[in-house]
T-cell receptor, first 113, second 112 residues
Framework: AQSVTQLGSHVSVSEGALVLLRCNYS??????LFWYVQYPNQGLQLLLK??????LVKGINGFEAEFKKSETSFHLTKPSAHMSDAAEYFC???????????FGKGTMLLVSP | DVKVTQSSRYLVKRTGEKVFLECVQD?????MFWYRQDPGLGLRLIYF???????EKGDIPEGYSVSREKKERFSLILESASTNQTSMYLC???????????FGSGTRLTVV
């Protein structure tokens, strides 16, 4: 069975600082990996995904993530935080060929002026 | 863009009531899912469906059932609502594993 661990339930950064949200996964087969963002009282929106090919993937709103197989990680980064990035972020994994996603417990990103 | 519509944003129901949460998607997706979201617990899969009239239990199906009579509609049913079912309920659909999900806006259910 697959699982996802997101390190830190809350991460605080200053506006303009680097954003780093950590995600580690376990999967018995090559995984597909996803990051979602959730703004208050809304559903989840896909930020980016890794399926095959290039291990550095770029998403919306200036976010990117790198798949590192040796570290079983898929950390999310953004060079410069903006106030509008304040939201909850979820990492998710599915073994390739399956359709059900397993989600991490989420990381709340707080951005201060 | 795929749109997933959940019929209610907020619901308040009484303990013991039968509750229906409706979800409709407009892009002919085969797969549909119901999750509940609770603080500190993330998203937990309740039920999912790969096709019309097909359903599969997720991780926490107890106290819930589902119905999928048409491809575009997937309903979650709380047979007898209890206060521990107070939660945010999220519906999603997808073409397949590599595509990820498209989520609805969620229904925040309060059982009193």
């Amino acid at each position: 069975a697959q699982s996802v661990t997101q390190l830190g339930s809350h991460v605080s950064v200053s506006e303009g600082a680097l954003v780093l949200l950590r995600c580690n996964y376990s999967s018995s087969v090559p995984p597909y990996l996803f990051w979602y963002v959730q703004y208050p009282n809304q559903g989840l929106q896909l930020l980016l995904k890794y399926t095959t090919g290039a291990t550095l993937v770029k998403g919306i709103n200036g976010f990117e993530a790198e798949f590192k197989k040796s570290e079983t990680s898929f950390h999310l980064t953004k060079p410069s935080a903006h106030m509008s990035d304040a939201a909850e972020y979820f990492c998710a994994v599915t073994p390739s060929g399956y359709s059900t996603l397993t989600f991490g417990k989420g990381t709340m990103l707080l951005v201060s002026p | 863009d795929v749109k997933v519509t959940q019929s209610s944003r907020y619901l308040v129901k009484r303990t013991g009531e039968k509750v229906f949460l409706e979800c409709v998607q407009d892009m002919d997706h085969e797969n549909m899912f119901w999750y509940r979201q609770d603080p500190g617990l993330g998203l937990r899969l309740i039920y999912f469906s790969y096709d019309v009239k097909m359903k599969e239990k997720g991780d926490i199906p107890e106290g819930y059932s589902v119905s999928r009579e048409k491809k575009e509609r997937f309903s979650l049913i709380l047979e007898s609502a209890s206060t521990n079912q107070t939660s945010m309920y999220l519906c999603a659909s997808s073409l397949g594993g590599r595509d990820g999900y498209t989520f609805g806006s969620g229904t925040r259910l309060t059982v009193v």
